[in-house]
């Protein structure tokens, strides 16, 4: 199947077109700024799409807009879906309430699919202020687990983690489980989210299977 995206919006020149899948590849640094933008759209999504066995093309213009072609190798069926049998870490993840602490809008909504699918209900934050916010502001209880972005403005996920864990008054500020999310995949960026006081740390472009078991395992190690 093919699928074609067009939009009217302001392009890209013919040099940046070869870079567009790499990761936080952006053609102007006053991007980011301006979208709050941080260039992995685009390389997360080229993965999801090569995941599938598809492949994803663009065509610029400056002024113009973009074309987006998107062939995924699937065929149409009148075959009834059959339900799915594999209870798995999805499964046990179902009913689960989340707190998603992301900037990033593209980020958020695939993450977000992936979690309402598998049963999940999910409260979404721009940045690590609003993350320390909602969980201040709520119940004891109303959060199951945090996603917690590390690159965010006002206050990066380190930070929000700290600030969570440090909340006084607040019994679960200790224990509810925070997940860090994100591209900052080496060693020491791990050994940076346990120091936090993060629990668990899962890295960007996510694997659906890889999110759900380390979001099982982690409430497994909280008891």
């Not at 969570?164 to 008054?169: F, L, Q, S, Y």
């Amino acid at each position: 199947m093919t699928y074609v995206i067009r939009d009217t919006g302001i392009g890209m020149s013919p040099e940046f077109l070869p870079h567009i899948f790499d990761e936080f590849a952006q053609e102007e640094h006053g991007a980011r700024t301006q979208y709050k933008g941080t260039g992995l759209g685009m390389a997360i999504t080229k993965r999801y799409v090569e995941m599938m066995g598809g492949t994803i093309s663009v065509e610029s213009e400056r002024g113009e807009g973009s074309a987006f072609t998107v062939e995924i190798p699937l065929a149409l069926t009148d075959a009834p879906a059959e339900a799915c049998k594999d209870e798995g870490d999805a499964a046990r993840c179902a009913g689960l309430k989340v707190l998603l602490a992301e900037d990033n809008d593209m980020n958020a909504e695939i993450a977000t699919i992936q979690l309402t699918d598998a049963g999940m209900r999910v409260t979404r934050v721009a940045d690590g202020a609003e993350a320390v916010e909602a969980f201040r502001t709520s119940a004891p209880g109303t959060f199951d687990l945090v996603l917690m972005d590390i690159m965010m403005p006002n206050l990066n996920g380190y930070e929000a983690t700290v600030t969570i864990r440090e909340t006084e008054g607040r019994p679960d500020a200790k224990t509810l489980p925070v997940i860090a999310m994100t591209a900052n995949a080496f060693a020491e960026d791990v050994q940076a989210a346990r120091d936090a006081g993060m629990d668990a740390h899962i890295a960007k472009p996510i694997v659906t299977e890889e999110m759900f078991r380390t979001i099982a395992a982690c409430l497994k190690s909280r008891g």
